[in-house]
């Protein structure tokens, strides 16, 4: 499947959220079963909506077309190294806390954890804020590896950089929302 032809787009790395779902959504009706379309043609343009969102799958999706292949998994950047043991820790700790929370049986044991929530939900936005800028300076990667200009075994070690920081992206918002 070309994800990019699904929805009728150039096969770039650069693409916005807006023009994403921009190429979904006309897609979309032209292909909806309401419209006339088949549930097997609609599923696939949500799968590739999907592919095409998520900058590690973009990513690994532009190389597979290209026929550069590569592993799913292996070695990281030296950088991301270091990001393991801070997102590991954070969660840990909202973990603990998280625990507490749902432990207290009485209003007065969960006002006193009130400020301990706040906290995480403090330092989930924080590292929230730090990952975003982090997938920022991964995906400008995006042009010189679209110029040639990186190398087949960058690229994947990108693909894996890139899923990382969206596996703890997806688990600090699912923390998040356990703190409500």
Known sequence: ???????????????????????????????????GGSEKDFSELGEAYKILRSPSKRLKHWLELREIHGEARGVVDGALLDWFG???QTLQEIDEVLR???????HLARA????????????????????????????????TMENGQITNEEAWILVRDLAFIEKWQAQLRERYGKCF
């Open 1 to 35: 499947m070309n994800a990019y032809f699904l929805l009728g787009l150039t096969e770039t790395l650069d693409l916005s959220e807006s023009a994403l779902s921009a190429a979904f959504r006309q897609a979309g009706r032209m292909h909806h079963p309401d419209e």
């Open 112 to 143: 006193l954890l009130e400020n301990e929530v706040l906290h995480c939900r403090e330092k989930i936005d924080s590292l929230q804020a730090s990952l975003e800028t982090l997938m920022s300076e991964k995906t400008d990667h995006f042009t």
């Open 100 to 106: 507490k929370k749902d432990k207290a049986q009485s």
């Open 86 to 88: 801070v997102v590991g």
